[in-house]
Nanobody, 114 residues
Framework: QVHLVESGGGLVQPGGSLRLSCTASRSILSINPMGWYRQAPGKQRELVARITNGGGRTNYGDSVRGRFTISRDNAKNTVYLQMNNLKPEDTAVYYC???????WGQGTQVTVSS
């Protein structure tokens, strides 16, 4: 059963922007803090950004702070990750996570290259 569906990945040039979306059922989104993680080839999965279930608090990985913004629209059952000033080192598969339910999406590839 698919609980989380990511979209919005793709190929972008350095300095460009992308917005990722993660759509979940209302029952999942309303109770869970939500996070975005990423995993590059040969590296461990790392936290990119997290937002509380009410949306009042966010935190970010050191490498993306100031460039990425996580937000949520509970009415649309969607969590977003706005990524600006992308760098080649941001290249990875990005995953959406519902923290308390421990659900993961299937991942969406982001490639930053000229």
């Amino acid at each position: 059963q698919v609980h989380l569906v990511e979209s919005g990945g793709g190929l972008v040039q350095p300095g460009g922007s992308l917005r990722l979306s993660c759509t979940a059922s209302r029952s999942i989104l309303s109770i869970n803090p939500m996070g975005w993680y990423r995993q590059a080839p040969g590296k461990q999965r790392e936290l990119v950004a997290r937002i509380t279930n009410g949306g009042g608090r966010t935190n970010y990985g050191d490498s993306v702070r100031g460039r990425f913004t996580i937000s949520r629209d509970n009415a649309k059952n969607t969590v977003y990750l706005q990524m600006n000033n992308l760098k080649p080192e941001d290249t990875a598969v990005y995953y959406c996570n519902a923290e308390w339910s421990n659900y993961w999406g299937q991942g969406t590839q982001v490639t930053v290259s000229s």
